[in-house]
């Protein structure tokens, strides 16, 4: 199943998937079904009824908010451990575009433009093959309680950019530079506690690991695919007739792709997905193995698990799919714009850590707390915006399964 949102990015995820996908697609054969987004959440809804058997992998054309909705719609299933099995592909049809960009990353490519990531991702979705992605679970304290995030929490300049600069996205990535710049003429300071559990203190997740023939496995599909892409290989795709009881569904045509209309079931708040062992509750102290950061004034938190913030945003060098690491990253209070700036700079290259910025603090993590005093402020979960107040999070190594190799 591929999810479309139309209006991602400069809201031409539809024309990207036919102009440099479905021909991809068609040549090796996989059959798929086109299925466009409503609204927000529709996607969530839709994943949390869907009868997930009749599917190999659910894609996503989009930037990362839909993969967001379809990892969240997955974990409130009753089923959600073996829902979260499902191979999840994603496309980048957004401005943002962070997981697309870690996971060329992570296949050796070298920076490309945003056509040539997406046609990148395209081989990696035809290639087929899965490998385990880490999950982290954030528990906030009002709204909903607990979601699951691939990508990243952040607090301060950078998440303030994130949204600010969401009114730039006709600029595609460099939103982000442009968000970067604005923010910076009117540099804040951000007052709250940040408390981490170090990766070396914490135990190993205690699941069992698995092999790496377990690992890598090939997704199934119809019929083997031809060694190269040849115009001559060239045959249309069969495009699977699901019939999902569950929704009442409209089919049409458009540009010779079945679109699927689907109405949703209302939402679901019961908690699910494992238990998240390194935290206590909110309103108790941190475990005594935890790093409380003594300073109190900041200028951005950022946890990120995956090595890219963005296609410009090389932000955690170290990071990879399946390392069970947050890699935590905050600015003290007292850095000037100029050195902040070259620090964005250096970050676009993932030098930023060499640079020696007295400023800057890196750890690598597996349970952080983050309790914001400023009575005002933005806090993003993978880009979306949460309710604005104390979080936690854990780190699920492996939890999710991407095609990402
Ligand atoms: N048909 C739709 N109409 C309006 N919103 C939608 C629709 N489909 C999905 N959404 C919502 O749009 C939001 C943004 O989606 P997404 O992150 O995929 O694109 P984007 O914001 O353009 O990308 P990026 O985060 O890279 O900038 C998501 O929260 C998603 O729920």
Not at 184 to 213: C, F, I, K, T, W
Not at 219 to 224: D, G, H
Not at 377 to 403: F, M, N, R, S, W
Request: charged content about 20%.
């Amino acid at each position: 199943m591929i999810l479309v949102n139309p209006h991602s990015g400069k809201g031409q995820a539809l024309g990207l998937f036919t102009s440099h996908i479905q021909r991809m697609l068609n040549e090796t054969r996989m059959s798929y079904t086109l299925v466009i987004t409503e609204r927000q959440n529709h996607a969530r809804e839709m994943v949390r009824e869907v009868d997930l058997s009749q599917w190999d992998a659910l894609v996503i054309i989009s930037g990362d908010g839909l993969l967001f909705e379809v990892v969240n719609g997955l974990m409130e299933r009753e089923d959600w451990e073996e829902a979260i099995q499902t191979p999840l592909g994603i496309l980048p049809g957004g401005s943002g575009n962070a997981l697309a960009a870690s996971i060329h990353h992570y296949s050796g490519a070298q920076p490309v433009s945003s056509e040539e990531l997406l046609v990148s991702c395209g081989f990696l979705l035809c290639k087929g093959l899965v490998s385990h992605m880490d999950l982290v679970s954030v528990h906030l304290s009002t709204g909903p309680t607990r979601l699951f995030s691939f990508l990243s929490v952040a607090w301060g300049f950078v998440a303030d950019v994130d949204i600010e600069s969401e009114k730039y996205r006709c600029v595609g990535a460099a939103r982000f530079t442009l968000g970067t710049l604005v923010r910076l003429a009117s540099l804040r300071v951000y007052r709250g506690r940040l408390a981490y559990l170090p990766a070396d203190e914490a135990e190993e997740d205690d699941r069992p690991v698995r092999s790496s023939s377990e690992r890598e496995k090939e997704l199934p599909r119809n019929q083997p695919p031809p060694p190269s892409f040849r115009p001559s290989d060239l045959r249309r795709a069969s495009v699977d007739s699901f019939c999902l009881n569950s929704f009442r569904n409209s089919c049409n045509s458009n540009n010779g792709i079945r679109v699927k209309k689907l109405e949703t079931v209302p939402p679901n708040a019961t908690q699910k997905g494992p238990p998240d062992s390194l935290l206590v509750p909110l309103d108790q102290p941190v475990p005594s193995n935890w790093v409380v950061v003594p300073e109190e004034d900041f200028v951005l938190m950022l946890a990120v698990y995956q090595s890219h913030l963005s296609e410009d945003l090389y932000a955690a060098p170290e990071a990879t799919l399946n390392d069970g690491v947050i890699h935590l990253l905050y600015v003290r209070a007292g850095i000037s714009r100029a050195a902040l700036l070259r620090l964005f700079l250096a970050m676009g290259k993932g030098t930023h850590l060499d640079n020696n910025c007295p400023h800057l603090v890196y750890a690598r993590v597996r349970a952080l707390r983050l309790e914001p005093f400023s009575p005002k402020g933005v806090i993003t979960v993978d880009g979306e915006v949460v309710e604005y107040g104390p979080l936690q999070a854990q780190v699920h190594k492996g939890l999710a399964k991407l095609i990402a190799r």
